[in-house]
């Protein structure tokens, strides 16, 4: 096991008809600046909700947050948080809002020069104006860490950024909000979450007996309750476990004192810029390609994996770990999530080169929990999910 | 599964060497009191290194913290920290020490007549004197969490406080401090932080899939590395596994949103009252007699741990569950614990009788995770632990 720190000051409010606790959280004299997406809060009923429960508070709103926070549209929202002298903000969303809410949150005490900087000198942020959040979306684990991605349209470049200031104070999760979320937005939040357990977990045994059957927890819970909420998105148990095990999925737990691998997230998030292609589904693009090619060096792992969590009891390591790898595959699928590149563009020829040109381009050139996986390897990855 | 809130802001820091890091994390103009117990730290090392990490402070020391850290010592403290304007406590040792600490932070900054009060009036710490650990014997899961137990000899009484003030802001944990722990303090931290867990998790099902699993986790991993940490403490990785189960027992998170029972505890601190077993050892005497007692109530997730943490696989559930029974007592025999109150002492004659009393005296009329463990059940459940 790896020598680790571990901190993770989110206070986690959990349950059925929690939203009206934010009343509690946040200081009586504070200015907020409520900011959410693209409105479905006002159908869902969630707006009305945060409103009442926000009541005694001097509140200005800030709606509009596109999926991939853009940074032209968070400036506007900053305006707004300078001119009102706004002192709380409290977002109200996914991991689109909640990330667009931390930018936000470290650029408001930002002294630099212009906040775009905090992306690109990778500026940690060790404090940043208080903020909190409810969860409308579960996914990207974004409400109980510390961590942000942020897109700028006019430069084509996404980025991230994070730092101990950017913990949310408080985070509010009602499982009751799952109920009217779209089937193709939960099938992406399990793909999502079920992803960022396995960039966790599928690298090389390093003695860390615990994270990994956390992490195989994680996995299994997901793959319980998946058909039951893609089924019925009402049924509270199942949707209360999605959500919980979303939060768990990247809270920074499962992966102290573990080597991680990442680079299924970064070939994916060129599909997504390529593509416009769901994040969630470029990974189960990316996955089956990725294992198969760096197969030697995982599939220990991923015989574990295979045992633990799919039952394989058959074959040697390398029959487990290939099973492994078609489980995984036929799971997404399950879900109604396509695994294959051509299955969303017939304009696929040439994607694997331009993205290792673009890893060359930008110096990336050992990705993976062995920094070993060079742009030339990431091109074969890339060829092999067409 | 239950509503939850759940905040852990204690920062850890985990692995091998680490000690020497306090030194970023206690303020440059603490005046620091270290506190530790009967002086086992001078002879393996973990003194000396914490002093030289410590050597740009000004520190005072207060030695000679008792097992079950009584309340006429600790005061003897409280007067050093009063007198010598202590601003950061640092607790060097296992869970005596470290709850010590606890009271001392909450006593250093309370207002009342005397700090007995926190205790008696079960006053919650909502802030307290800053206080950092250092580890030195995995058990009790203190080291990141806010609980504490006091003892105070002149009225036998043992009693419990805590609060979100009582978090350590950070705990060092290296698990090399486990290669000079002797076999017997080994064997009572292993059964300590398994029982941890039982009393959180033998409960009813409740659809907490993640929790469940989370919990079934921790038992597997103790029960994997148990014989081997016994036989070689000094293998790191076994070590690391042992300390790291030990905390996650404890730090609150597999108890949210579930039932928990507790009467175990309640039952086995009297043991240590009247005879003075080790607090772990009383634990393993009542558990068997607690669950054959209890079978109907808890049978069925008996039978999912028999499944999933001991890999029975036959029968129906009433044998599943018998068998998990008898694989526990098994598991604590096998670390040299024995399970029979007869083994401790021959004057156990009346032990049921005295203790259903004391419970009946205090009003503890309802225990357990359905509040209806009577002082009659209790008797009955003592007695069958004969």
Known sequence: MNTFEFKNPTKIIFGKDTIKNIENEIPNDAKVLMLYGGGSIK??????????????FDVLEFGGIPANPEYAVLMQAL???????????????????????????????FDGDTPWDILTDKIRTEKGMPFGTVLTLPATGSEMNSGAVITREETKEKLAMG?????????????????????????????????????????????????????????????????????????????????????????????????????????GHELTALYGIDHARTLAIIFPSH?????????????????????????????????????????????????????YTKDYEGTAEEISKRFTDRGWLGLGEHQDLSPEKVEKIVKMAY
């Open 163 to 267: 730092g101990p200031g950017l913990f949310p104070e408080f985070s509010v999760l009602d499982p009751q909000v799952i109920a009217s979320i779209p089937k193709r937005q939960l099938a992406n939040g399990i793909t999502d979450a079920f992803s960022h357990v396995l960039e966790q977990y599928m690298t090389y045994p390093i003695g860390a007996l615990l994270q990994d059957r956390f992490a195989e927890s994680i996995l299994q819970t997901l793959i319980e309750v998946a058909p039951k909420v893609i089924k019925d998105p009402t049924e509270y148990t199942s949707a209360a476990n999605f959500m919980w095990s979303c939060t768990m999925a990247l809270n920074g737990l499962i992966q102290k004192g573990v080597p991680t691998d990442w680079a299924v997230h970064a070939m």
């Open 43 to 56: 159908k869902n009923g969630i707006y009305d909700q945060v409103k009442a429960a926000l009541s005694s």
């Open 79 to 109: 305006k707004v948080i300078k001119d009102e002298n706004i002192t709380y903000l409290l977002a109200v969303g996914g991991g689109s809002v909640i990330d667009g809410t931390k930018f936000l949150s470290s650029a408001a005490l």
């Open 291 to 343: 294992y198969k090619f760096n197969f030697e060096a995982k599939k220990e792992k991923l015989a574990q994996y295979a045992e633990r969590v799919w039952n394989v009891t058959e074959g040697n390591t390398d029959d487990k770990a290939y099973a492994a790898i078609e489980k995984t595959e036929a799971f997404f699928q399950s879900l109604e999530i396509d695994t294959k590149l051509s299955e």
